[in-house]
């Protein structure tokens, strides 16, 4: 597995209907932090949690504060985002290892 450091701050997302926006930036030592804001946070804020967690932890990122602003995204539309943000914090937006990822999906 790759793991991935996050460098600088990058965002990846729309605030469209259907999206979400997703900003990542180090967070040394602390831990993974969140910051959700969703009209549906009450239904599905758990899930979203969920699935950008899951999907750091594959990348191997531990420590992150990480701030959503979600509009309906679905879960492949969060792991999606959070693969590109994490990419790009940590520079590496020319190396995507797509077969790495594929063995996620189970």
């Given at each position: 597995m790759t793991k991935?450091?996050?460098?600088?701050?990058a965002v990846a997302g729309t605030l469209e209907s259907s999206d979400l926006q997703i900003m990542i930036d180090s967070n040394e030592g602390k831990g993974i932090e969140i910051d959700l804001q969703s009209s549906v946070e009450f239904q599905f804020g758990k899930q979203i949690r969920k699935v950008v967690l899951e999907t750091l932890a594959n990348m191997g990122v531990t420590d992150a504060k990480v701030s959503i602003v979600d509009k309906g995204?679905?879960?492949?539309?969060?792991?999606?985002?959070?693969?590109?943000?994490?990419?790009r914090a940590a520079?590496?937006?020319?190396?995507?290892?797509?077969?790495?990822?594929?063995?996620?999906?189970?």
């Open positions: 991935f450091e996050i460098k600088n701050p995204a679905l879960d492949c539309t969060i792991k999606a985002r959070t693969i590109a943000v994490v990419h520079g590496q937006v020319e190396s995507i290892n797509w077969e790495e990822i594929e063995t996620w999906n189970v």
